[in-house]
């Protein structure tokens, strides 16, 4: 009894200098650990007389609760003064001056392409796109433009080593829409196409909206109402005066440009759906009857209609930016102007 007397005075003297915790982890492997002086005492039980071991095993278990309740206190006391000792070395300084964060805008050609997909997605469209490089039959052959066509030269269009190209425009995902699906198609196509332009209205790469629909019975007036639905939801006006004039493209007939009303008068810009002026907005028309045999379709069954423009002059229109070049210029005092 006088060695448990003398073992918790040995630990209590150990436990007062302690002053981290490894110290602390070092007692416990000493007093408690399978070789410490517990268990050394424990050994003693079998050579006791029988009526002194309960006494002696209860001395050694009051003795282990006595370093095991310390130890834990302890440990606790350590632990709170190095959290607490942690945090006063990380505090932050508030007196700092704040960053200097500037609030993002939305790129104009980015929202252009967000509202053609909602708006045509309220008009029933589903919206599709495919490869930007492509063979010459999707981007020209099966659309019906011929082989003297000014198109297909080097000067307007660009050509890949081994026969194919980058897409003119984002018709060659109409050809292929159409072969992989059978009819009814009501598509449109958003996406980046390429063509050896440059200058103030023209890019090298731009981006073009297309839209199709193929089913029975499609007429010229159903495109008419298309197009008057979709440009007047897009410039945001309640009516917006459309005018078709007759056109000519080798993978519609009819063909017909499609103009918009507006007004000229003021150089600072264009004001959209008023005054005595016309601007020209993209070009349409009913589907030509070799596009439809060349994908499959039996023109005597189905019609349809086609458009496409150039999502830049969509945006160039409707938010007055005089020069398509700018959109590419990464100034990000262009973006805080036209951004929204």
């Known amino acids: ?131 930007e490089i492509d063979d010459d039959w999707h981007n020209f052959t099966a659309l019906n433009i011929p082989e003297h066509h000014p198109a297909r030269q080097n000067h307007d269009t660009f050509y890949i080593e081994g026969g194919n190209l980058l897409r003119t425009h984002t018709s060659n995902m109409q050809i292929r829409h159409m072969m992989a699906n059978k009819p009814p198609f009501r598509i449109i196509t958003l996406g980046k196409t390429y063509r050896a332009d440059d200058d103030a209205t023209h890019t090298p790469m731009f981006h073009q909206l297309e839209g199709l629909y193929i089913d029975k019975g499609i007429t010229m007036a159903h495109l008419k109402g298309c197009l008057e639905s979709f440009l007047s939801m897009f410039f945001g006006l309640k009516e917006l005066p459309v005018r078709f004039r007759p056109s000519f493209f080798p993978f519609t007939e009819p063909s017909a440009e499609v103009d918009i009303r507006c007004d000229r008068s003021s150089k600072a810009e264009i004001k959209i759906g008023e005054g005595n002026d016309w601007v020209e907005i993209l070009g349409s028309g009913m589907v030509h009857p070799n596009v439809l045999k060349n994908v499959g379709v039996d023109p005597e069954v189905y019609q349809g209609f086609a458009f496409g423009c150039g999502i830049e002059r969509l945006a160039m229109l409707k938010y007055n930016i005089p020069d398509l070049r700018t959109f590419y210029a990464g100034d990000i005092r262009w973006l805080k102007h036209y951004g929204i």
């Not at 005075?9 to 000493?30: G, P, Q, R, V």
């Not at 606790?76 to 942690?86: D, E, I, N």
């Not at 505090?91 to 964060?101: R, S």
Request: hydrophobic fraction near 40%; glycine fraction near 4%.
């Open 1 to 131: 009894m006088a060695n448990l007397a003398t073992l918790k005075e040995s630990f209590s003297e150990k436990l007062e200098s302690a002053s981290n915790l490894k110290d602390l982890d070092a007692l416990k492997i000493e007093f408690l650990g399978k070789n410490g002086h517990i268990q050394e005492q424990m050994k003693k039980i079998s050579v006791l007389a029988p009526d002194e071991r309960k006494a002696f095993g209860a001395e050694i278990n009051e003795a282990k609760e006595f370093i095991s309740t310390a130890l834990e206190h302890k440990t606790r006391l350590l632990q709170t003064l190095v959290l607490q000792q942690k945090l006063d070395s990380e505090t932050i300084d508030i007196t700092l001056p704040p960053y200097n964060y500037q609030a993002g805008k939305i790129h104009p050609l980015s929202q252009s392409i967000l509202e053609l997909k909602d708006i045509f997605s309220r008009l029933g469209f589903l919206s599709v796109d495919g490869p």
